[in-house]
């Protein structure tokens, strides 16, 4: 039987491989996993980038833009330790899940490979998918779409002495320099055929700090005793900045979004709770929960055998009052409410999402009522984004009235999205300017003060009406006003101790503690400042 070696690069979860290497093991061949880096999380400073480098950006607490996950560097001794292991392991071929953020470190592995083995080095994953040609300049073989099938008609091949020339799903660049792209498979519609992830610690290998660790337990970059599993494949929606929009289109006539039988999710999470001894349970779904039936099937089993408690990724649906109260009575510990834009010309022309700003105050407020921890991710920095959307964006946050955490994101746009051809077409660049990126910075320093309280608003009205703030925004700390704000003592002290005759004098301004700041031009009116959307109230 074939013997196939898999590289993961800063990710220890590797779900995809994982299930690769199950799949590969239950029809007979020998799969080892190795495990190239950890994931880091800790936030670089150092914005210069590699060429061909596709950072993810965020903005945090103090307003200071930063990259995420800015993952060390792979060592001259880290390299030569992997390609020790190859040697020694002698694979037919070499598999590498390749993201467009990690195609910098993926092109040097795989360059320092094949400078030592004559074995082909198959590329697959969403950079692979969406720009085969460019990849094939570094690898042997990329895979184009989801590659369950044609990993193991891979292995056939192998182990009958056979190219892989043929394989579906395939391409390769021939000796004259044409590139050769197979016919696609089908996908899976029953995925339940598929066995459960590889979690067993044979044939893992972890190679970090100029070490290698050999028959590696560690199934994730999260605490001990979380485990990260999917109950579906594919999304809904089309984002037009996400890469699930173009996988989507990939397999156009097809049924993308595939969920597996409540049974054999139930089934595989006990397993992995008597063998890994779990405490907790991260869904990796791109929408968990969205199908109401499937959950109150799901509900009685998980309580019965599993009891753990659990995150997911949520959106807003008109049953998501239901969909949330049969999420907590499972065990719903913590959610993230993806908003990306408060603007509705953004999320509906731009973004391509499905948005209604009251559907989404009512999940924040069901979600309070049955205090379920949350989180939103908010997407800026872009390049279609005007004031007028950072205004209704930060409206929405202030809606919300505090107490929930926050993800601040700047545009990040994968090649061979929607959203990458329209501003190719459009002539859009994120490069925004000085100017831009103040405004931009201004704005993400108010959103994350509205996120502390509902006691927040005068504040940040006062905050936003200050001209003078917009061109040094460096000099709003949100995270040194976070504990003030919070407590609401500002506003109470405030509402308290402000004389009579200054208060009439700020009323006439449009300042004081009741009806925050003048808003500027297109901004919301004081009447509608001191009534907030009753969703969140």
């Known amino acids: 039987m074939a ?13 995809a491989q994982r299930l690769m290497s199950a799949n590969l093991k239950k029809h007979g061949h020998r799969c080892h996993l190795v495990f190239l880096k950890r994931y880091e999380t800790d936030w670089s400073y150092q914005l210069q980038l590699d060429e061909g480098e596709y950072p993810w950006m965020g903005v945090n607490e103090e307003g200071r833009v930063f990259k995420y996950a800015s993952n060390s560097r792979i060592s001259a001794r880290e390299l030569e330790l992997l390609t020790e292991l190859i040697e020694r392991l002698k694979p037919d071929f070499i598999g590498m899940t390749v993201n467009t953020p990690l195609r910098v470190q993926n092109r040097k592995v795989t360059q320092c490979l094949k400078d030592r083995f004559n074995i082909p080095v198959v590329w697959g994953g969403y950079d692979p998918t969406v720009n085969p040609r460019q990849c094939l300049d570094l690898c042997d073989y990329v895979c184009i779409g989801e590659g369950d099938e044609t990993i193991l008609e891979l292995a056939r091949c192998a182990d009958e002495r056979r190219d892989f020339d043929e394989v579906c799903n395939l391409a390769y660049r021939r000796r004259d320099g044409h590139v050769v792209m197979n016919p696609r498979a089908p996908v899976e519609q029953n995925i339940d055929v598929y066995p459960w992830r590889d979690d067993s610690p044979e044939d893992k290998y972890f190679i970090d700090d100029d070490r290698l660790i050999e028959h590696y337990p560690v199934v994730n970059d999260r605490p001990p005793g979380s485990y990260q599993t999917m109950s579906a494949r594919g999304c809904p929606y089309q984002c037009s900045y996400c890469c699930e929009a173009t996988l989507k289109e990939l397999y156009s006539g097809e049924k993308f979004l595939r969920r597996r039988s409540p049974e054999d999710m139930v089934e595989e999470l006990a397993q992995a709770k008597r063998r890994l001894q779990l405490n907790h349970i991260r869904f990796e779904d791109e929408i968990f929960g969205i199908h109401l039936g499937w959950l109150k099937r799901f509900l009685p089993l998980y309580r019965e055998r599993i009891g753990l408690p659990f995150d997911a990724y949520l959106y807003p649906s008109p049953q998501i009052e239901e969909i949330l109260t049969v999420l907590k ?73 505090g107490g929930y955490t926050m993800c601040i994101n700047k545009l990040f746009v994968l090649p061979g999205t929607k959203m990458a051809e329209q501003m190719a077409k459009d002539g859009r660049t994120l490069q925004l300017g000085p100017e831009r990126e103040r405004l931009f910075n201004f704005y993400c320093r108010l959103f994350w003060l509205a996120s502390y309280s509902p006691h927040a608003r005068p504040l940040v009205r006062l905050l936003q009406a ?9 000099l709003i700390n949100p995270k040194r006003l976070k504990p003030w704000v919070a407590s609401g003592f500002g506003y109470s002290w405030l509402k308290a101790h402000t004389p009579p005759p200054l208060k009439r004098g700020l009323k006439k301004l449009g300042l004081g503690p009741r009806g925050g700041a003048p808003v500027p031009a297109g901004g919301r009116t004081l009447a509608q400042e001191k009534n907030p959307d009753p969703a969140c109230r």
């Open 466 to 474: 200050a001209p003078g703030l917009r061109r040094r925004p460096e």
């Open 3 to 15: 013997n196939i070696v898999l590289i993961s690069l800063y990710d220890r979860n590797a779900y």
């Open 329 to 401: 009575e499972m065990g719903l510990a913590f959610c993230c409410l993806g908003l990306e834009s408060g603007s509705e010309r953004i999320n509906k022309k731009v973004f391509e999402r499905v948005y209604n700003r009251e559907l989404f105050l009512k999940t924040v407020r069901v979600c309070k009522e049955l205090d379920i921890p949350f989180y939103t991710d908010v997407i800026t920095y872009n390049p279609y984004e005007d004031e007028e959307d950072l205004r209704k964006t930060l409206d929405v946050l202030l809606d919300m009235r």
